[in-house]
């Protein structure tokens, strides 16, 4: 299979689907103070339970992922989407006709919200690459 897609271009959105699933949402200040998995300290402050994990999420990076795939043109999305299934396993590699047909199916705005809201995006298109012998190792480094 020749993709119509930039290898380059499938790069950056696995590193960008790779920055976003590594974000940890900050805990809602107004969420139950009785939850027992709370690691809130002795004297009631709440000072303990800080975690430096826990930050403000960075939303460029959702926005920058979003607007990188509403980028693609039709068919380009629509190969995204049938890569990703084809890595999460929805469709074998010898299935690719029929992933691309149901993926070019899907309206620009479902399939965008489907890669978004897909958990494991990153590995998924890294595996749906690979199956078609495709690897994002050496792209974009200078030699």
């Known amino acids: 299979m020749d993709l119509l897609t930039p290898l380059e271009t499938l790069c950056r959105i696995i590193i960008r689907a790779r920055e976003n699933e590594a974000q940890v949402p900050a ?8 939850n027992v998995d709370d690691f809130d300290d002795e004297d ?12 403000e999420l960075n939303t460029g990076v959702e926005e920058e992922l ?3 795939l509403d980028d693609l043109a039709d068919d380009q999305l629509s190969e995204t989407l049938a890569l990703a299934w084809v890595g999460r396993g929805t469709y074998d590699v010898s299935e690719w ?31 749906g690459l690979a199956a078609f012998d495709y690897s994002c190792d050496g792209v974009g480094q200078l030699d």
């Open 97 to 127: 006709d029929d992933a691309y047909a149901e993926a070019t199916d899907t309206d620009p705005e479902s399939a965008i919200d489907e890669l978004m809201d897909m958990p494991l995006l990153a590995s998924h298109l890294e595996a």
């Open 27 to 34: 805990q809602d200040p107004d969420e139950d103070a009785d």
């Open 44 to 55: 009631g402050t709440g000072a303990g339970g800080l975690s430096s994990l826990e930050d």
């Open 66 to 68: 979003r607007a990188t």
